[in-house]
Each structure stands twice: as structure tokens, then as C-alpha cells.
């Protein structure tokens, strides 16, 4: 069983940075993938980005945030981070973490950007 604990999010203006964390408390294994999901009101869930904990440091991202968005992950802490830059209003929305194929998510953090 694993846990994880998101970090808080927050309020941000336009074009700011915000960065997420999410700890497991858990081993996390090298098969193991970490995700950044969000939901906004009204709205599906969408996958933002993603992360294998194996060597090869593998990243995914949605077209919606790449090149604004960093995951990364730190191994000696089982804890896995969202570094948001040039955030738009549209990235407003509840930011969830979760592993692949478990049914292993984070408890949501709120992130607000405002116009």
C-alpha cells in the first residue's frame, strides 16, 4: 500500500510559477509511473504529465503543458514534483497525483490562477 501527500497548492497571477509536490510513503519502484492528473470545475480529469521512477527517466506530458511544465522526481525522498511556469487561468483547477494502474491517488491540492 502506498500513500501519497500533495503539497498545498495556491494562488497564482498569470504567467507565474507554482510547483506541486507529491511524497509516497511507500517504496516506489522502478515499474512504477507517477502521474499529475487535474479536474476543473465542470470538467473531465486530464493527464498532465507523467514520470517512470526507472533509470531511463522517462517524462510524458499533455500538449497543453509542455513546454511550460517540468516533472521530476527525487528518489531519496519518494517524492515526485510539477514545476508549473507561465501559468494561464485555464491551468486553474484541482491537481491530483496518482500511480499508474493503482488505485493509489493523492488527496487533490487546489491551484488558482487568476487573470
Known amino acids: 500500500q502506498v500513500q501519497l501527500v500533495e503539497s498545498e497548492g495556491g494562488l497564482v497571477q498569470s504567467g507565474g510559477s507554482l510547483r506541486l509536490s507529491c511524497a509516497a510513503s511507500?517504496?516506489?519502484?522502478?515499474?512504477?509511473?507517477t502521474e499529475w492528473y487535474r479536474q476543473a470545475p465542470g470538467k473531465q480529469r486530464e493527464l498532465v504529465a507523467a514520470?517512470?521512477?526507472?533509470?531511463?527517466?522517462?517524462?510524458d506530458y499533455s500538449s497543453s503543458v509542455k513546454g511550460r511544465f517540468t516533472i521530476f522526481r527525487d528518489n531519496d525522498v519518494n517524492t515526485v514534483y510539477l514545476q508549473m511556469s507561465s501559468l494561464k487561468p485555464e491551468d486553474s483547477a484541482v491537481y491530483y497525483c496518482?500511480?499508474?494502474?493503482?488505485?493509489?491517488w493523492g488527496q487533490g491540492t487546489r491551484v488558482t490562477v487568476s487573470a
Open positions: 496518482h500511480v499508474r494502474n493503482s488505485g493509489w
Open positions: 511507500g517504496n516506489m519502484y522502478s515499474a512504477y509511473i
Open positions: 514520470i517512470s521512477w526507472s533509470s531511463d527517466d522517462w517524462t
